[in-house]
């Protein structure tokens, strides 16, 4: 059985830990590094969707 899509909200965090050379899932406080990069996600997808889109995407990724 194929996996699930990951959500956008990670997709994005993770693609910024990859163009900075981090490594995705090592621990970083007690948590995926993925995870540290989320409010830096949050700050352009708000910017580049209507406040429909966020809500929606928001409600499907993980949150801090």
Request: net charge positive.
């Amino acid at each position: 059985m194929p996996r699930a899509p990951k959500p956008p909200r990670e997709r994005a965090a993770r693609a910024l830990c990859t163009s900075r050379g981090l490594p995705e899932n090592t621990k970083f406080e007690g948590r995926p590094m993925w995870e540290s990069l989320l409010p830096e996600v949050d700050v352009v997808l708000k910017a580049a969707l209507s406040p429909e889109e966020w809500e929606r995407v928001k409600a499907e990724g993980p949150t801090i």
